[in-house]
């Protein structure tokens, strides 16, 4: 089983909807936990930190479930410039574990 | 927040030649840099860790003696891919960790080289 397991989509939704990720990590070890956007072809760039008590950032918002080993991310009223690969990345031991990503394509 | 540089950004050698990757931390000192790998849709794989100072820590399965790994200074590591082979085009992505006042010590990524092995 892979430490960190995503859906890899890809997700096509209209512009303006609602778009909800989840990833499941199996090391219950893992201290920190993030979300990272990367587009095509580029270096994958930080796109929030997430906490058990939830993080908002805009029209973003990540949660983290330690007892059911599983973080998300939503992203509300989605724009074109959403599209990209979205990774879910964990810090354990020093190490940095990153997910497969799920890819999202928000249609005009 | 903080620069990462890679260079170069994308290269094509012949099977069997060695290439030399930099990654420069531009505004910050990284004691720790990363080095990962990334096929065509897969996620990133970490390939070894580099502490300036001492000898690269590899991740199982990485060959030590191909990918060789210098950190001379605290704002410039190099990876250094021994007799390529067509199997070791990749992506190769860089990140350096910035110790100063985080509490999460954030990683910043380097642009990355694309290398092409023919």
């Known amino acids: 089983r892979k430490e960190v397991e995503q859906d890899p989509g890809p997700f096509n939704v209209p512009e303006g909807a609602t778009v909800a990720f989840n990833c499941t990590y199996s090391?219950?070890?893992?201290?920190?936990f993030f979300w990272y956007r990367q587009d095509c072809r580029k270096e994958p760039k930080l796109l929030m930190s997430?906490?058990?008590s939830g993080n908002e950032d805009g029209r973003f918002t990540a949660q983290l479930n330690r007892a059911s080993q599983y973080i998300s991310l939503l992203i509300r009223d989605s724009k074109l410039s959403d599209s990209a690969t979205y990774l879910c990345v964990l810090n354990r031991d020093d190490k940095i574990i990153f997910g497969k990503g799920t890819r999202l394509h928000i249609l005009p | 927040g903080a620069v990462v540089s890679q260079h170069p950004s994308r290269v094509i050698c012949k099977s069997g030649t060695s290439v030399k990757i930099e990654c420069r931390s531009l505004?910050?000192?990284?004691?720790?840099m990363f080095w990962y790998r990334q096929f065509p849709k897969q996620s990133l794989m970490l390939m070894a860790t580099s502490n300036e100072g001492s000898k690269a820590t590899y991740e199982q399965g990485v060959e030590k003696d191909k990918f060789l790994i210098n950190h001379a200074s605290l704002t410039l590591s190099t990876l250094t891919v021994t007799s390529a082979h067509p199997e070791d085009s990749s992506f190769y992505i860089c990140s350096a960790r910035d110790w100063e006042g985080e509490e999460y010590n954030e990683q910043f990524f380097g642009p990355g080289t694309r290398l092409t092995v023919l």
């Open positions: 090391n219950s070890a893992s201290q920190s």
């Open positions: 997430v906490y058990s």
């Open positions: 505004d910050f000192q990284a004691t720790t």
